[in-house]
């Protein structure tokens, strides 16, 4: 059964960092694209980033270039996602999701909140 | 940036009801184009891929079809556990973009 359990979420204040970690089991992680998305509060599903199996590709939306950084162990079976110099407009809840053609399965997610 | 236009925003239904829920691409995105089902404090989970077809496990009443830009998903008798979010997303090229959601309610 594929497992995906996000973890580091929490308060942090504008302008601060964060970095979000997915354990990932139940499949060959290494096989696998992977991608973070988010969702703020009372609102629809945004794209956040994808990296391929080897870490060598990654794609970003415009609002988090040069801000985040989505990275990847796959010694460890685990997905990163390193959140620099945070906004408001990025307090959401943070998916890791295994990717197939698209997303074919989310994990739970991890609740970020900028905000002083 | 691609655009996805759903409609309608919400849709009232009552259990058996055959329920059909449009999505538009702002451009051609051949068949690359997904359904995700969202409940309440829930992660979404994957119900269509490759605009047509249907995801492991997931029931038979739902059906999707549609290329290009004009796609549509549709649950043919609708059951308590289908009132829920329901987004489309297109995954031809990036960035991912999705559609704002229907609300599936009961009426």
């Known amino acids: 059964e594929v497992q995906l359990v996000e973890s580091g979420g929490g308060l942090v204040q504008p302008g601060g960092s964060l970095r979000l970690s997915c354990a990932a089991s139940?499949?060959?992680?290494?096989?696998?694209?992977m991608s973070w998305l988010r969702q703020a509060p009372g609102k629809g599903l945004e794209w956040v980033a994808n990296?391929?199996?080897?870490?060598?590709?990654?794609y970003y939306v415009d609002s988090v270039k040069g801000r985040f950084t989505i990275s990847r162990d796959n010694a460890k079976n685990s997905l990163y996602l390193q959140m620099n110099s945070l906004r408001g407009e990025d307090t959401a809840v943070y998916y890791c999701?295994?990717?197939?053609?698209?997303?074919?399965?989310w994990g739970q997610g991890t609740l970020v909140t900028v905000s002083s | 940036d691609i655009q996805m236009t759903q409609s309608p925003p919400t849709l009232s239904a009552s259990v058996g009801d055959r329920v059909t829920i449009t999505c538009r691409a702002s451009q051609s995105i051949s068949i690359w184009l997904a359904w995700h089902q969202q409940k309440p404090g829930k992660a979404p989970k994957l119900l269509i891929y490759?605009?047509?077809n249907l995801e492991s496990g997931v029931p038979s009443r739902f059906s999707a079809s549609g290329s290009g830009t004009e796609f549509t998903l549709t649950i043919s008798s609708l059951q308590p556990d289908d009132f829920a979010t329901y987004y489309c997303q297109h995954y031809s090229g990036y960035p991912w973009t999705f559609g704002q959601g229907t609300k599936v309610e009961i009426k």
């Open positions: 139940g499949f060959t992680f290494p096989d696998y694209w």
């Open positions: 490759g605009a047509s």
């Open positions: 990296i391929n199996q080897d870490g060598s590709e990654k």
């Open positions: 999701a295994k990717k197939g053609g698209t997303v074919n399965y």
